[in-house]
């Protein structure tokens, strides 16, 4: 017997659904930074057993549309609902309630199943955690609750064996020797987008999309020219820095970690473009993968 079908991850921003994903893969396939907000597409991740095969998606945090691009961002969470298998709730400690309390009533009236799983429970007391425990699990009584930290590995090795057991029977969707559905080049403007996240403040890094114009795979090594997209000239200005140097820390951090997931040598070129008020045209949007 063969089990196989779609988990997918929803959630306040911030809360670890990219944590736990990774937890779940062992790879680093989503974005992960202390800054909310930071998943902007629906990544599919595939893990493997002999006689399984899990489909893991990793949605954006649940917010109210400001622009375009969050619009569409909003479409992937929504879109989460109508092909799983089996919904992860996410919450962390010390929340409250969901940023959008329609989205809330679709989770508790879930056909379903739904796991609630209340994270990083490592930042809090026994007092406090018991309390979180029943406050949710009276908010969501129609999902199964664990207490977990996804960044520690506690509790996720129980989470994974109830996600296998609650798919249903069905071949593998994917080959058993794929990781995820993105192609590579998504990945580089992933790694690239994380770095920017973590060393530039305030709006720039949600301002920036970033495009792989060419991606050349010979035997030892892989050669790379992406290219940064950014709204105004000034945001062109600080993403390159004194002399160039901020665009060099961007390319170095960012170039280590894809020879870590590529195996191979890396030689990343970048460049800065200004692209007005991308964000909301949606034919930019429709370029860079967020149509609907």
Known sequence: MHKAGFVNIIGNPNVGKSTLMNAFMGEKLSIITSKAQTTRHRILGIVNGDDFQVVLSDTPGII???????????????????????LI???EIGEKSLKDEAFFERITKSKIPVLLLL?????ANQELLEEQAEFW??????????????????NIKNVFERIVELLP????FYPKDQLTDKPERFFVNEAIREKILLYYKKEIPYAVEVDTEEFFEEENIIRIRSVIMVERETQKGI??????SALKRVGVEARKDLEKFFGKQVHLELYVKVNKNWRSNQNQLKRFGYNQ
């Open 64 to 86: 109210k549309p400001a622009y375009e691009l969050q619009e569409s961002m909003m479409y992937f969470v929504k879109s989460a609902f109508e092909d799983a298998d089996v």
């Open 169 to 172: 029977e069905s071949p593998p």
């Open 89 to 91: 709730y996410m919450i």
């Open 239 to 244: 993403i390159i820095g004194h002399k160039g």
């Open 119 to 123: 994270n990083k429970i490592d930042t």
């Open 137 to 154: 699990q009276n908010k969501v009584p129609n999902a199964e609750f664990y207490p977990i930290s996804a960044l520690n590995g506690f």
